[in-house]
């Protein structure tokens, strides 16, 4: 199967609901994945990719077949998220409680995986913006040009944001005693 | 290599997403500085929970979900949609019906309906036409109907008296058109007569047949039931 996905988005337009099923299939995991790096809960995850998927579905016309399709399509997603971490932010907090209850320390779980769920909780606790690019970088593997085409911001702006995230990662895991040692106290670049 | 390199050159390689570990000058650096080796470490450990987090996947029926739900969107449009289109179709009527009612007065000209006028109760509402109605000449003053001015007012009322605030009787008729044509002052009846007997399976009688005889038959024609 080709990477190119405008054979497949054209059987879409002309309403193939095979071809539907098979651009859903082709990014679910992706979109399903980013989803959870940004909202923490699979139920969320699985609601804001359903709503990215059938968003991009009903305004398949409107993409710009010179571009990517895939960084349109997490920009579709990040909105999403966006809009669900702000209606969550209106309601009594429960996600991210849960989210803090996945690491007990007293139990002596496997080092491994307790460093992934660290690893997870402080994603969870980044800027959202920061977060957002964070992850379309390492994740989903997102050039620094993708990332600024699907946020809609400067590539300057999307370097800060992925290397502040980095740095915060790096702070909040400190701080939980996840990783040793202290930082420079150089200027980072 | 100076600390500050070290940092620079890490982050290069992350930029990249190398391990750090992998480039020798990093190695060579965090070999000779316990700081920066605390620095590495830390973020070699940072590279090994993100390769560790969990890769959830949607459940299998996601695909199916998704299609069925635009499905759905294509063949129900959203029941706002239709409300907010019958809303404004009602607020249109209204708007429609009772906008004569609301525009502004222009005491310049004068009533246009004797009968709201002689009540005194709703004075009728003028607005100020844009342009020269169809089929009224325009110029001079005198050809205008009863009512307007020279720059082509019309009085405008509430629907409600509508036909008898226009008083079409008054405008002066016209003679001639252009092109020396004569209008038709005949009654309907009588025109569509005429235009009957030019066309040759509706001529009834001779040729010689004055307008009066036309117009005679007509009348009889129209008192018969079997006409």
């Known amino acids: 199967m080709s990477n190119d996905p405008r054979d497949l988005i054209n059987r879409c337009l002309a309403g193939d609901e095979a071809a539907m099923i098979d651009l859903v299939e082709r990014y679910r995991d992706r979109v399903f994945r980013f989803c959870y790096r940004m909202l923490g809960q699979r139920q969320d995850a699985e609601d804001a990719a359903q709503e990215t998927f059938v968003r991009v579905l009903r305004s398949l016309v409107t993409w710009d077949g010179r571009r990517d399709f895939e960084p349109w399509l997490l920009a579709i997603a990040g909105n999403r998220c966006r809009s669900l971490l702000a209606a969550r932010k209106r309601r009594p907090a429960t996600g991210l409680v849960a989210a803090e209850q996945l690491v007990d320390r007293s139990l002596d779980w496997h080092a491994m995986q307790t460093l992934a769920e660290e690893v997870q909780l402080a994603l969870l606790r980044l800027r959202p913006e920061y977060r957002e690019a964070f992850v379309l970088f390492h994740e989903n593997q997102l050039s620094y040009d993708q990332i600024a085409a699907a946020i809609q911001r400067p590539l300057g702006t999307v370097k800060t944001r992925i290397h502040k995230a980095r740095q915060q990662l790096m702070a909040q895991l400190r701080r939980r005693g996840v990783v040793g040692g202290r930082r420079h106290a150089v200027r980072a670049v | ?227």
């Open chain 2, 1 to 227: 290599m100076r600390c500050e390199q070290f940092e620079q050159r890490l982050q290069r390689c992350l930029d990249r997403r190398e391990r750090p570990s992998d480039d020798p000058a990093i190695r060579r650096h965090a070999g000779v500085c316990p700081r920066c080796r605390g620095t590495l470490a830390a973020y070699n450990r940072l590279a090994d929970g993100l390769d560790l987090l969990e890769l959830p996947v949607p459940d299998e029926t996601f695909s199916q979900r998704v299609v069925r739900q635009v499905r759905v969107d294509r063949r129900s449009p959203a029941v706002g949609r239709r409300l907010a289109g019958a809303i404004l179709a009602i607020a249109a009527c209204l708007l429609l019906a009772w906008l004569p009612q609301f525009a502004g007065r222009d005491d310049t000209v004068p009533s246009a309906s004797p009968r709201v006028a002689a009540t005194g109760t709703a004075p009728p509402v003028v607005a100020r036409m844009t342009s020269v109605p169809h089929g009224v000449q325009s110029g001079p003053a005198a050809t205008a109907p009863t009512g307007m001015t020279a720059d082509a007012k019309i009085g405008l009322v509430p629907w409600t008296i509508w036909p008898t605030s226009l008083s079409f009787g008054a405008w002066n008729p016209i003679d001639t058109l252009a092109g020396g044509l004569t209008p038709i002052t005949s009654p309907l009846g009588v025109a569509v007569e005429e235009i009957r007997r030019t066309i040759p399976l509706g001529r009834v009688e001779p040729p010689s047949a004055s307008r009066g005889d036309s117009v005679r038959r007509s009348a009889s024609r129209d008192a018969s039931p079997l006409a």
